[in-house]
């Protein structure tokens, strides 16, 4: 079927293990022997020759103890041989199981076709290539794009060629030597289960690797492959102004805002550009040093913008020299934007991502009202994610619009946006504290691109008026009530670590068969009600079960103090992090913020047992 369902990680049954958990030393070295035999790719292929030859079962056991899961986020991981690695056979075996269930569940699938993109990563090319070359070896039209594009064009194209799957060969923020597989079903929002589970499972009953054209796909000659490369944007650009924009050309063309852009070296630089063309306004000034694909960062530790003012050094320093203050920042997918500006004296401020959904949110709408003066809020909807700010509901509230919250990710932000449109609401905004933003409905899913240029013409808007960003957000905190947010993250490089923490610490129980035993306090602050969304538990709620989706495979719980603030601790399903996202409100900004620290202090302390368990704090 076509339609979207409830949330669940897959999981990969393990045979031939040991009582330790393992395989057996011969098991791994039988599949590692099958690995070679499959994989065509010489590089890959020396490599594990190499470790089988040294017998170094340690290795092998960390190759091929488990596959590598497909989960709603698809794949994503390092680039090695075996099979827990992104490699060109995983790749080969992914894109077989995906193209089994989706022939399965879609009869059109082999007339409608599927629409395959890549970034500009190391082995990204290959990978498309090679997802290229599985689908149209059973008949399936592909849209492969023919060069690097931005995330969101995958998702518009998915929509507007009316494929039944889209598929991104990404890793967007991860190190240089990681790349992924992100999977969009026929609605251009990310895939939720059950499909991630009947994909995994289709996966695993298809890993002998099909006979395939690759040649076709690198000349990209044959009968079934379109490129979408030159009809797609053009569509998504023209789109988003008619959508999107809410100032003329000529008043964008007019503004005096100067800004510095960088896409953090991956694939913004050149559609940025046609994006500030096609709203009107005045060229941004490119970190020239990031500013073309470079596969190594070569700038960069992280290429990641959310981690602050070290990933935006350069950035700075061009705005500096260039007498700019607006600082904007795509990842390397383009699908994330980041926000900063400069004082007067030339001090930085990096937005978190809740103050750019704020402002964002509340210019959306107040442009849209302003286009639109008898349109009936209460019909209109925004949406963020449960551990972004709920200063988004208060602007809801105050303002009549219909609000609701979701699980984190953006696969349920898209697919309850869809809901609600289908409902009859118009939808307006969805972000999620991690610099996601959704403007409008060009497509179902996080979009630096078109955040990029409508953030562009609010701070456009701001300089005529002759305000910074600052002092606009501070105009929101007026109106709307001020809200301190501390979002923050150890690395946790043992997955049992995190596990013990959220059971013996959070829980308070000695293993998962016991009833759990929440702290009443933390410090000197008590907590008020807890929801764990990996019990399904919610005091909240009358018959203490959550309402929103719950995942035994992941951890995540929410405490609500007496004094308001709300404090959601996770493992993130992507990299080796826990993470916290705290949030108190009040109409003292500078009291709010020094109690909320207080209580972070309390729970980093009394709950997480940093020195204890090696978590690793973010440096910058």
Not at 367 to 376: A, I, L, R, T, W
Not at 396 to 405: C, N, P, R, S, T
Not at 492 to 518: D, G, M, T
Request: aromatic share 10%; hydrophobic share 35%; charged share 25%.
């Amino acid at each position: 079927t076509d339609n979207q369902q409830s949330n669940r990680r897959p999981t990969f049954e393990k045979k031939e293990m040991s009582a330790h958990g393992k395989k057996d030393d011969a098991a791994v070295q039988v599949e590692a022997e099958q690995w070679v035999r499959w994989d065509t790719d010489e590089k890959t292929r020396a490599e594990l020759e190499a470790i089988l030859a040294a017998k170094n079962f340690e290795e092998l056991h960390a190759r091929f103890d488990s596959r590598i899961a497909f989960g709603t986020a698809g794949l994503r991981g390092r680039m090695e041989a075996g099979a827990s690695r992104m490699n060109q056979l995983t790749v080969l075996q992914a894109s077989q199981g995906l193209c089994m269930y989706l022939l399965e569940q879609i009869p059109e699938t082999a007339t409608r076709g599927i629409c395959v993109g890549y970034d500009g990563r190391h082995n990204s090319t290959a990978f498309a290539e090679i997802t290229a070359a599985v689908f149209i070896s059973k008949g399936v039209p592909v849209y492969l794009f023919s060069e690097i594009v931005p995330t969101p064009f995958v998702p518009y194209c998915t929509t507007q060629k009316k494929c039944v799957a889209g598929i991104m060969v990404t890793a967007s923020h991860n190190p240089k030597d990681d790349n992924g597989y992100k999977v969009y079903w026929s609605n251009g929002s990310q895939i939720v289960s059950p499909h991630d589970k009947g994909i995994a499972d289709k996966i695993a009953a298809n890993l002998e690797p099909w006979t395939l054209d690759l040649e076709a796909m690198r000349k990209r000659e044959h009968a079934l492959l379109r490129d979408p490369t030159e009809e797609i944007p053009k569509a998504y650009y023209e789109e988003i102004v008619a959508k999107c924009s809410y100032r003329s050309a000529e008043a964008n063309a007019a503004s005096q805002l100067k800004s510095v852009f960088t896409p953090m070296h991956g694939v913004g630089g050149k559609w940025a550009i046609e994006a500030y063309k096609a709203f009107g306004l005045p060229a941004f000034v490119p970190v020239k040093e990031q500013f073309e694909p470079d596969p190594e960062f070569s700038t960069v530790k992280f290429p990641n913008p959310e981690e602050g003012k070290g990933a935006l050094a350069l950035a700075t320093k061009t705005a500096i020299e260039n007498g700019v203050t607006v600082i904007l920042a795509n990842d390397p997918d383009s699908d994330r934007l980041a926000v900063a500006e400069l004082d007067a004296n030339n001090e930085i401020r990096v937005f978190t991502g809740n103050e750019i959904g704020i402002m964002l949110g509340a210019w959306v709408w107040t442009q849209y009202q302003k286009k639109n003066p008898d349109v009936d809020p209460s019909k209109c909807c925004v949406l963020n994610t449960t551990v972004s700010s709920k200063m988004l509901s208060a602007m809801a509230k105050k303002e009549g619009l219909y609000y609701e919250e979701t699980l984190t990710g953006f696969k349920w932000l898209g697919n309850k946006a869809e809901a609600l449109m289908n409902e009859g609401y118009r939808f307006l905004f969805a972000f999620e504290e991690a610099i996601g933003f959704m403007v409008g409905d060009v497509c179902l899913d996080k979009d630096g691109i078109r955040g990029l240029v409508v953030f562009a013409e609010l701070a456009s808007q701001l300089k005529d008026e002759g305000r910074t960003l600052a002092q606009y957000l501070e105009s929101l905190y007026a109106k709307y009530g001020y809200f301190a947010t501390n979002n923050r993250y150890f690395f946790c490089y043992e997955p049992s670590k995190q596990v013990e923490i959220f059971e013996k610490h959070l829980r308070c129980r000695a293993s998962p068969s016991e009833p759990a035993n929440y702290p009443k306090k933390f410090g000197r602050f008590a907590v008020k009600n807890v929801r764990d969304l990996t019990t399904g538990f919610d005091s909240c709620q009358s018959d203490n079960k959550a309402i929103l989706p719950v995942s035994t495979s992941s951890q995540m719980i929410t405490f609500y103090f007496e004094n308001g603030c709300v404090l959601t601790l996770r493992g993130s399903g992507t990299e080796p992090k826990l993470k916290y996202y705290a949030e108190l409100s009040g109409s003292d900004g500078e009291a709010v913020t020094k109690e909320l620290a207080e209580l972070i202090d309390a729970v980093v302390a009394e709950g997480l047992l940093p020195e204890k368990y090696g978590l690793v704090a973010p440096t910058d």
